[in-house]
């Protein structure tokens, strides 16, 4: 299953995007959908991560305060709103899945996640 992103583009710093992805359609309750990115000449890295069912939501301490990650059930998407972008912000924004459902101490961690989309990117000029 390969996860398709969209939202992505250029925008000045303080500006705003909204990124979407399309979950699984087996997606449970437990399940958790996550957003990591990388940056040029980074590694990837978790961003904000949200359980499918009760929607309890996880962040990077990088991004606490102005990024914010929902979902819509009925829609089956998930999003990543992201607020007050800075240049440092820049990356390839990519939607992750984990349908089974792991423990809260792995939610940050790559491997976690069986299914991933190709990556959107996201420029934030200064």
């Known amino acids: 299953v390969l996860l398709a992103e969209s939202g992505g583009g250029l925008v000045q710093a303080g500006g705003s995007l909204r990124l979407s992805c399309g979950a699984p359609?087996?997606?449970?309750?437990?399940?958790?959908m996550a957003w990591f990115r990388q940056g040029p000449g980074k590694e990837r890295e978790f961003v904000a991560a949200?359980?499918?069912?009760?929607?309890?939501?996880y962040y990077a301490d990088s991004v606490k305060g102005r990024f914010t990650i929902s979902r819509d059930s009925a829609k089956n998407t998930v999003f990543l709103q992201m607020n007050d972008l800075k240049p440092e912000d820049t990356a390839v924004y990519s939607c992750?899945?984990?349908?089974?459902?792991?423990?809260?101490?792995?939610?940050?961690?790559?491997?976690?996640?069986?299914?991933w989309g190709q990556g959107t990117q996201v420029t934030v000029s200064s």
């Open positions: 949200i359980r499918w069912g009760g929607g309890n939501t």
């Open positions: 359609a087996r997606t449970i309750d437990r399940s958790v």
């Open positions: 992750a899945a984990a349908l089974a459902g792991p423990p809260t101490k792995l939610i940050g961690a790559k491997s976690t996640y069986d299914f």
